[in-house]
């Protein structure tokens, strides 16, 4: 059993000191866990340090792929208003383009 | 009838009254401090108002991991075209960061003060944090180290923060009740553990309290941020402000929250309103009778290089300094200089200064208040490159200074961000909806000085209330300021309502 980062990491290094198995190491394009080396913190920590610490949603999970901190459950943002960031962001970049262009 | 400045004044309002509304808050907020905490932070860009036209800052992103979360964060990002705590466009290794700070303090000699700001929190990065610092004090001695942190792992780091001879410290304390805490802060990770919530939000505010008082009781300078959100915490930073004070923090530095949808953030994407200039400046006097108050903060990047206000960061990214030949000990006589040179400026200004209060305080002596009766305050906007002269057009400007002119004096109130009205031609194309911007950013102001003010917007500003001037570019700030309140005076026109304002969309 092991845990794995996945390409939502933002590499802000906070996991990889707290790892008891030194499983977390920097790699390209983001951290990665050795699946050798992670037990989950088991006999060690009641709960994952990794998923513990880190801040983005989703970018760690179990072995069938299930993200530990669920969309939501860490930055209190829903789906809807993530939808309407992704809206905000689009606009931002179209407004820049025609900016550019226009 | 002469003008003390107040902001740069060590004695306060001269001959002036003291209600208990201005007074504390016009003098500038370094006075009522002891002399040994003055002479620290005299050259520090951050700590004094009037330094900051004069000295430069640099912030070194070492540090990206956070322990906790606030609701203005957003942890994914990362833009070069963002101006705001947080955000950062490469993390550096302490090596990197070193040999940065090197290459900048040989190229910007007025630098003084280098940073650690994040992008996520110094003290949960404390080995790349303090091996930044450790090599920094060996290296580059002239250099003054500060650190800013949520506070969370401050008292664990305190004995460590004292051995690298840090003498500033900043925490961000957003409350000092739970409650409050719990709309701000979703979760921290605490002894191994995230604890979301109440729970967690009481945890940090003990920590936050218990580092600093264990940093005042070293001597170690500390200066408190605080993020004025409006319906969560906006009633609640008075109260802050008192609590901080009292365990001896030197500076409270209110700043607005920052919150766009398109920054990804919980309170962006709420629609959690940031506050006015106007409700921020009367939060910043409400506090400012308990508090010295900093009103001059840009907010700027966790990788900021250069004046308050300017970031020339682009100018020193990693590829561009492996090429740079630096001479270190040169430099710092170099440095050296230019510090030397840039105090004796303000000493002399600080003479002027005390002969024209001392002039004013004669005057006043001999033909008694009397013939000098009250006049309304009126705010203006002022553009500047630095120097604390007026030497910035109207269409460049990034930004707007906005002072108070009274018979108190002039006293400092804050900065207004906009887009330069004409970025030297190349996109004048956008000139309308940046003037609009402009006006609205000046709201309240009814003179606006500038190096040189073009024949585009004069009539724009004329209608929207806002006298241009350009008669006194080049020349410093307080004082012309002071001097076009002199000539409002004697034109009558402090006698009248100012003119009313009409609305700008």
Request: proline residues 6%.
């Amino acid at each position: 059993m092991a845990l794995e980062i996945i390409e939502s990491c933002v590499n802000c290094y906070a996991c990889e000191p707290l790892c008891p198995n030194e499983a977390i190491y920097q790699a390209s394009p983001h951290f990665l866990i050795d699946p050798d080396k992670c037990t989950e913190c088991l006999g060690d920590y009641d709960d994952a340090q990794c998923s513990s610490i880190c801040p983005i949603e989703g970018a760690i999970v179990d072995e069938l792929g299930v993200a530990l901190n669920l969309p939501g459950s860490l930055t209190g943002i829903s789906a809807e208003m993530l939808a309407k960031y992704q809206a905000a962001v689009e606009a931002t970049y179209q407004a820049a383009l025609e900016a550019k262009t226009g | 009838m002469d003008l003390p400045v107040i902001n740069s004044s060590s004695e306060g309002a001269a001959g002036g009254g003291c209600d208990s509304h201005s007074c504390g808050s016009t003098d500038d907020q370094l006075n009522h401090l002891p002399e040994h905490i003055r002479a620290k932070v005299h050259n520090h860009p951050c700590y004094s108002e009037q330094a900051h036209h004069y000295f430069a800052r640099m912030h070194v992103a070492v540090a990206p991991a956070c322990n906790i979360q606030c609701h203005y964060c957003n942890r994914k990002y990362d833009c070069s075209n963002e101006s705001r705590p947080g955000v950062v466009s490469e993390v550096l290794t302490p090596e990197q960061a070193v040999k940065k700070v090197m290459a900048v303090a040989a190229n910007i000699p007025q630098m003084t003060v280098l940073g650690i700001a994040g992008p996520g929190d110094p003290l949960a990065n404390p080995e790349r944090t303090f091996a930044t610092f450790r090599e920094l004090s060996e290296k580059a001695p002239d250099i003054k180290l500060c650190v800013s942190t949520n506070g969370l792992a401050l008292p664990e780091s305190v004995e460590e923060l004292s051995k690298h001879n840090i003498d500033h410290v900043t925490i961000t304390i957003n409350c000092v009740d739970p409650d409050v805490g719990a709309q701000i802060y979703p979760w921290i990770f605490w002894n191994n553990k995230r604890i979301m919530g109440r729970e967690g939000a009481a945890i940090l505010i003990e920590q936050q309290q218990k580092g600093l008082e264990m940093l005042t009781a070293r001597g170690i300078l500390v200066k408190v941020n605080s993020v004025m959100i409006p319906g969560v915490n906006d009633k609640h930073l008075a109260e802050v402000s008192k609590v901080v004070k009292s365990k001896g923090a030197f500076l409270h530095n209110v700043m607005p929250l920052i919150a766009e949808p398109e920054h990804g953030t919980f309170y962006g994407l709420m629609g959690q309103s940031s506050p006015t200039a106007e409700e921020l400046q009367e939060l910043q006097d409400a506090c400012s009778g308990d508090m010295n108050m900093m009103r001059h903060c840009r907010q700027c990047r966790a990788d900021a290089v250069g004046l308050l206000g300017e970031d020339r960061g682009l100018e020193f990214t990693m590829d561009k300094i492996e090429d740079m030949e630096i001479d270190y000990p040169a430099a710092m006589v170099k440095r050296a200089e230019v510090h030397a040179q840039i105090a004796k400026e303000l000493e002399v200004k600080e003479q002027d200064r005390l002969f024209q209060a001392q002039a004013k305080a004669a005057l006043i002596a001999l033909r008694g208040e009397a013939d000098a009766p009250p006049t309304r305050p009126v705010l203006m906007a002022v553009s500047t490159k630095g120097g604390g002269v007026i030497n910035e057009h109207f269409g460049h400007a990034h930004e707007f200074l906005v002072y108070e002119a009274s018979p108190a004096g002039v006293r400092f109130i804050g900065h207004r961000k906009t887009t330069p009205y004409c970025e030297g031609g190349s996109s004048c194309g956008d000139g309308e909806s940046a003037l609009d911007e402009t006006l609205r950013v000046l709201k309240g102001c009814e003179v606006v000085l500038s190096a040189k003010i073009g024949f585009e917007p004069w009539a724009p500003l004329e209608a929207a209330g806002i006298q241009p001037n350009g008669e006194h570019a080049m020349e410093p700030i307080e004082e012309a300021i002071a001097a076009v309140y002199e000539e409002l005076r004697a034109a009558g026109k402090l006698d009248e309502a100012p003119v009313q304002q009409q609305k700008v969309a």
